[in-house]
């Protein structure tokens, strides 16, 4: 029996994280399109559906691209394949200012 391959989109070539169509359990192949490209790579850890998947090596301080802007900041290192969420990254965008 075939191993089913996960889905995840891939917005904008300069996106560094990409959105999952449905749950990816560990070690489950993930096949990345939307961009023109098309990638497959493990996921090391489970990713819920509508989380992000890191599809580069973030380390703690970089942007968070998505659709092509920066949506947020590292808050500790991610390998590709890992869940990129609240856990390990911080929203930039958005954020309201104090007067």
Same mark, same amino acid.
């Given at each position: 029996? %075939?191993?089913?391959?996960? +889905? !995840?989109? +891939?917005?904008?070539? &300069?996106?560094?994280?990409?959105?999952?169509?449905?749950?990816?359990?560990?070690? %489950?192949?993930?096949?990345?399109?939307?961009?023109?490209?098309?990638?497959?790579?493990?996921?090391?850890?489970?990713?819920? +559906? $509508?989380?992000?998947? !890191?599809?580069?090596?973030?380390?703690?301080?970089? *942007?968070?691209?998505?659709?092509?802007?920066?949506?947020? @900041?590292?808050? !500790?290192?991610?390998?590709?394949?890992?869940?990129? *969420?609240? &856990?390990?990254?911080?929203?930039? @965008? $958005?954020? @309201? @200012?104090?007067?």
């Amino acid at each position: 029996m %075939e191993k089913e391959v996960k +889905r !995840a989109i +891939r917005i904008d070539p &300069h996106d560094n994280v990409a959105t999952a169509v449905e749950a990816v359990a560990p070690d %489950e192949e993930v096949r990345i399109s939307g961009s023109g490209e098309e990638i497959t790579l493990a996921a090391r850890e489970a990713v819920p +559906r $509508g989380h992000k998947v !890191a599809l580069a090596a973030l380390r703690a301080g970089d *942007h968070v691209v998505k659709y092509g802007e920066v949506i947020g @900041r590292m808050t !500790a290192e991610a390998r590709p394949g890992d869940c990129v *969420h609240i &856990h390990n990254m911080e929203a930039i @965008r $958005g954020r @309201r @200012r104090s007067a």
